[in-house]
């Protein structure tokens, strides 16, 4: 065979490589998208929980705080806004809130020694503890989940394909910088 007889079968050979190549790319990155939208599923299940759990808290706290008037609706209002959050971010900061308003509404059962010993409370309690530490697994899961494909669509050869696939990044899910800091203990 001359030269030209190889030149359309290497040319053809190349393009083969590249194109199954992409689809490699693609299908690798469609799976990291799908886990980062499963990963956001598992949040949200443990936030609808908890979202769950608190109107059940408020009510058995209320039997013993009544006047406690504005914490209960702060905290209802921070489920709600936790509840109707549509993004990432919206639901990291309504959740931020929420966690805050709750840790005030702890607080105030802390004056109330015949509410600690309440049996449904502490039941109530131990759910939210539970459902709490769910969350954070969650959101850890996710982060990761979200780290490992925001760095696929980054590096080279890897960007190329997500930009012509339009992959985009994903947001990570924040705590609050109040939350980062460390508590002053006293004595």
């Known amino acids: 065979m001359n030269n030209g007889n190889w030149t359309l079968p290497i040319i053809l050979g190349i393009i083969a490589v590249i194109l199954l190549y992409a689809v490699s790319v693609y299908n690798g990155l469609v799976r990291l998208r799908?886990?980062?939208?499963?990963?956001?599923?598992?949040?949200?299940?443990?936030?609808?929980?908890?979202?769950?759990?608190?109107?059940?808290?408020?009510?058995t706290v209320k039997g013993y705080a009544a006047h406690e008037r504005g914490t209960f609706e702060e905290v209802v209002r921070a489920?709600?806004?936790?509840?109707?959050?549509?993004?990432?971010?919206?639901?990291?900061?309504?959740?931020?809130?929420?966690?805050?308003?709750?840790?005030?509404?702890?607080?105030?059962v802390e004056?109330?020694?015949?509410?600690?010993?309440?049996?449904?409370?502490?039941?109530?309690?131990?759910?939210?503890?539970?459902?709490?530490?769910?969350?954070?697994?969650s959101?850890?899961?996710?982060?990761?989940?979200?780290?490992?494909?925001?760095t696929d669509i980054e590096i080279f050869p890897k960007n190329i394909f997500a930009g012509i696939f339009n992959f985009r990044q994903e947001p990570l899910f924040k705590i609050a910088e109040e939350e980062k800091a460390v508590p002053k203990v006293q004595f």
């Open 34 to 59: 799908n886990r980062v939208r499963n990963a956001w599923a598992q949040i949200d299940v443990q936030l609808k929980t908890r979202a769950d759990l608190i109107p059940n808290l408020v009510e």
């Open 79 to 108: 489920r709600n806004q936790a509840v109707s959050a549509k993004t990432v971010q919206e639901a990291a900061d309504a959740n931020n809130n929420l966690t805050a308003a709750l840790q005030r509404l702890m607080v105030v």
């Open 111 to 137: 004056a109330y020694p015949q509410l600690k010993a309440d049996q449904n409370f502490l039941s109530l309690q131990a759910d939210l503890k539970d459902t709490e530490e769910k969350i954070r697994y």
């Open 139 to 150: 959101r850890q899961f996710y982060n990761d989940t979200v780290m490992k494909y925001n």
